[in-house]
């Protein structure tokens, strides 16, 4: 008995079937518009040899940021909470900002503040879940601005992006 060549499931993901859900964040849960499940490098180190140096597999893992496109509200809700967090981790004004931490968090689901999950599930072409990604640990790196131009039309609508870093991540098949 070989192994078969041949997947199992020859349906092609859909690059629009997934939601992101943060513990921290419940309005990007709505708007978001784009992600990409981050990357993961393994280093490497080089073993020397008269005749080619050789390269061997490294022990540290490295993960590349997950990066969310979303859209704008009216309001800025989703925007301006990113922009308090990071604050609030940055505290360039005060030290208060640090202190307020667990007060930006509505539903207050862990003891570190600073820190929140975030759950992508991707679904199939039936609109089945999958595949779930966890995201462990997870603080905001960087905010993009928001530009505001009178020459768009009304029709168009902002968006923003955030990048995050996070301690880990895990998959689970559904």
């Given at each position: ?5 041949n ?9 629009s ?12 849960t709505?708007?978001?518009t ?10 490497q ?17 490295v993960?590349?940021?997950l ?5 704008v509200?009216?309001?800025l ?8 967090w990071?604050?609030g981790?940055g ?18 689901l ?5 820190y ?20 462990t640990?997870?603080f905001?790196?960087?905010?993009s601005?928001l530009q ?24 689970l098949?559904?």
């Amino acid at each position: 008995m070989g192994i078969s060549s041949n997947p199992t499931n020859q349906n092609l993901a859909q690059p629009s079937k997934f939601l992101l859900s943060f513990d921290r964040l419940p309005t990007l849960t709505f708007f978001c518009t784009k992600l990409e499940i981050p990357g993961i490098t393994l280093g490497q180190t080089i073993q020397n040899n008269p005749l080619v140096d050789v390269p061997v597999a490294g022990d540290k893992v490295v993960y590349d940021p997950l990066t969310v496109t979303f859209l704008v509200d009216e309001e800025l809700q989703a925007w301006t909470t990113v922009l308090d967090w990071i604050k609030g981790l940055g505290f360039p004004e005060t030290t208060d900002q640090y202190k307020n931490l667990p007060l930006q968090q509505k539903l207050q689901l862990n003891n570190r503040p600073q820190y929140s999950d975030a759950l992508i599930t991707i679904y199939t072409n039936k609109n089945n879940a999958a595949l779930q990604v966890k995201f462990t640990d997870l603080f905001p790196t960087n905010l993009s601005g928001l530009q505001y131009d009178v020459s768009q039309s009304s029709h168009n609508v902002m968006t923003a992006v955030a990048s995050f870093s996070y301690a880990n991540y895990s998959y689970l098949r559904l």
